[in-house]
């Protein structure tokens, strides 16, 4: 979603430049210089790429990698990186990294050898446009219960905007349409009985959008202002969503969690109606649980809820951030929640690596010894390229996380690499 997007928004503006621009995809190798050029991979396409023995023209080619998003930084992406900047250390590639606001981001900055007046970092509070954040808190467990108890203060958030645009982040597809028609219900109960939808409207102005619906169900959610957008949906439905916000008619759009990262809109008021979720059979949290603050809070009544990582709350609150004009965000969530999340979303998210504790690296090493690039009794080509990863400096830094030995690094490699080569015997 986020490499779509930002692909999408991208080509206009290099089109005007005369650059070329292409989508890496899984399974394709690194392409051949061919002019002027920008890549756009996702990490699990670039390590993809990687696994091929790269050609030296490529490398010396390769003049700039930006690394997006990196508040999102997982096993994956850490070691796509890792390895890139690996290949290319005997040749002039630039490395900038991006990410929403960290408690500490020298850790990530060493890591890209970023130069340390090179470093930008800017916490929540120093952003020019006028952003509220507020935070409500609930002891109802995560069930149909909680949402209908969240529909009044979601309803009271909307209703305050002034008729400004409105994003709600719900857990999931299926309780979108719920979510939307609990809405409803609440303007009816204040005698709004067109909803959110513009005083000027009509129903027969809105016929001939709810014509072009496939799915005919929404058409009643779209007759009070209300839109519903998740990866469910089939695509002209959701290009149809996005048009009706753009145009003002649906003044309140209800979105999955998992539309998260590819909804390319904002708005003045942005809900977000918890902080769990129901885990898919066999769906893991990304990284290990203590990475996240709020991991296993909950557990003791559902093991198959789950907590949304704090990047993704904090990807939710920046929904509401428009330039030159103010926004608000209202965070509603489990009560034991609060603290964490206010101090996060005032000073910055938490970043670990989490590739120490995955089957990436021992994956990825072993289809490396099958295929004869690396050899398995040489463990210093093994540290070498360890050395290259944000885990390593992390490792110095908070030894404590990593279950490190403090102030003997190498120890600490030598003993993972150990680890490695015993699991992948």
């Not at 080619?61 to 990196?70: F, K, P, Q, T």
């Not at 002891?139 to 149909?144: D, E, K």
């Not at 001939?208 to 058409?219: N, V």
Request: hydrophobic share 40%; charged share 20%.
């Amino acid at each position: 979603g986020l490499v779509t997007d930002l692909s999408t928004q991208s080509r206009p503006i290099l089109s005007s430049l005369a650059i070329r621009s292409e989508t890496i995809n899984e399974g394709s190798s690194l392409p051949s210089p061919r002019g002027k050029s920008v890549y756009f991979a996702t990490p699990h396409s670039l390590l993809q790429a990687l696994k091929e023995t790269l050609d030296e023209a490529i490398l010396g080619s390769l003049r700039l990698v930006v690394c997006e998003n990196l508040e999102l930084l997982d096993e994956e992406y850490e070691l796509a990186v890792s390895l890139l900047m690996h290949a290319t250390q005997f040749h002039s590639s630039r490395f900038i990294g991006l990410s929403e606001p960290l408690v500490d981001p020298s850790g990530l900055a060493g890591w890209l050898r970023v130069p340390s007046l090179s470093l930008t970092s800017f916490r929540p509070k120093d952003r020019e446009q006028d952003l509220s954040t507020s935070i409500q808190t609930f002891t109802i467990p995560h069930s149909a219960t909680l949402f209908k108890a969240m529909a009044r203060p979601t309803h009271a958030a909307i209703s305050s905007s002034g008729g400004e645009p409105s994003i709600v982040f719900v857990p999931s597809a299926t309780l979108c349409k719920m979510v939307a028609n609990d809405l409803i219900t609440q303007c009816a109960m204040d005698l709004k009985m067109q909803g959110y939808l513009p005083a000027e409207m009509s129903p027969i102005d809105i016929e001939p959008y709810t014509a072009r619906l496939q799915d005919k169900s929404l058409a009643d959610l779209i007759m009070h202002g209300i839109g519903i957008y998740h990866d469910g949906m089939k695509r002209p439905d959701r290009a149809l969503m996005l048009e009706l916000y753009a145009e003002g008619i649906a003044r309140v759009l209800v979105v999955s969690r998992d539309a998260l990262f590819s909804i390319p809109i904002r708005a003045g008021v942005v809900v977000a109606m918890g902080t769990q979720y129901v885990k898919k059979e066999g769906e893991g949290e990304r990284g290990k649980d203590k990475s996240s603050a709020l991991a296993n809070q909950h557990q003791q009544y559902d093991r198959q809820i789950g907590n949304y990582d704090l990047a993704e709350i904090v990807h939710m609150q920046g929904r509401a951030v428009r330039h030159g004009r103010d926004g608000s965000f209202h965070l509603l969530c489990q009560a034991e929640g609060h603290t964490t999340l206010m101090r996060f979303l005032e000073d910055g998210l938490p970043l670990e690596s989490s590739l120490h504790e995955s089957s990436v690296l021992a994956k990825w090493l072993q289809s490396r010894w099958e295929d004869g690039s690396m050899d398995r009794d040489d463990k210093q080509a093994t540290l070498d390229l360890l050395s290259w990863t944000y885990m390593s400096r992390r490792m110095e830094s908070n030894p404590m996380y990593y279950d490190a030995v403090p102030e003997e690094l190498a120890t600490s490699l030598s003993r993972l690499v150990d680890q490695l080569h015993a699991t992948s015997s």
